[in-house]
């Protein structure tokens, strides 16, 4: 089983829906991180948590602690938004300051 | 643009040839990351390195290593390039390198062995 889960694997949406990506983790971590991988290849950081909430435009992340779990929103989802959504945790006893991967969110959104 | 360079972009080569990828960290950050991503694997972490020292290896085959100058740009060494080495190299930078610090990534070099 892979220390970091993420669902669903690809998800396919209508411009303006509001979108859920899930992350699950099993190990103990300092921080998580959601980041985004455009069709080009490049990664953008989009959020690091230790707690709560946070929110950019219209992202929004979110992390439960007590049950190892973050959310992923995206408002008024827009064409732009297509692309690949990796969450990734830091900070465990044994992983330090490096990041451990999911294995991506495929989301397309269509006009 | 997250302010960390990589070169080349794209690189092709052949099987048993070795191929050095660069990388510079934005301005002030002292700790380097190189991650692998393969279709079949995902991606993966292979070394860090912090203010010129080794910090942390993953998964990294005995045929790549890396370094980090005193100017703080790193390099990533591969040698004995086989086809499943063909994958994504990217660099990522922090400013201090600790459990929960962002990550700024590069753009990639592409690697294609044939």
């Known amino acids: 089983k892979n220390e970091v889960e993420q669902s669903p694997q690809n998800l396919t949406a209508q411009e303006g829906e509001f979108i859920t990506i899930n992350c699950s983790y099993s190990?103990?971590?300092?921080?998580l991180h959601w980041l985004q991988q455009h069709p080009g290849g490049g990664i953008v950081s989009l959020f690091m948590?230790?707690?709560g909430k946070k929110k950019h435009g219209r992202l929004i992340a979110t992390i439960n602690i007590q049950e190892k779990h973050s959310s992923l929103h995206i408002t008024a989802s827009h064409p732009r938004d297509s692309a690949v959504y990796i969450c990734?945790?830091?900070?465990?006893?044994?992983?330090?300051?490096?990041?451990?991967f999911g294995e991506g969110t495929q989301l397309t959104v269509n006009p | 643009d997250s302010g960390v360079t990589q070169t080349p972009k794209h690189l092709i080569t052949a099987t048993g040839q070795r191929v050095t990828l660069r990388c510079s960290p934005r301005?002030?950050?002292?700790?380097v990351y190189w991650y692998q991503q393969s279709l079949d694997q995902g991606l993966q972490f292979l070394i860090q390195?912090?203010?010129?020292?080794?910090?942390a290896k993953g998964n990294i085959l005995e045929r790549f290593s890396a370094q980090q100058f005193p100017d703080l740009h790193s390099e990533l060494n591969l040698s004995s390039l086989e086809l499943g080495d063909s994958a994504l190299y990217f660099c990522?930078?922090?400013?201090?390198?600790?459990?929960?610090?962002?990550?700024?990534f590069g753009p990639g070099t592409r690697l294609t062995v044939l």
């Open positions: 990522a930078s922090s400013t201090d390198g600790t459990r929960a610090n962002e990550q700024f």
């Open positions: 190990v103990g971590i300092s921080a």
């Open positions: 948590l230790s707690s």
């Open positions: 990734a945790v830091s900070g465990g006893e044994t992983s330090g300051s490096r990041l451990t």
């Open positions: 301005s002030g950050d002292l700790s």
């Open positions: 390195y912090y203010n010129g020292e080794e910090r």
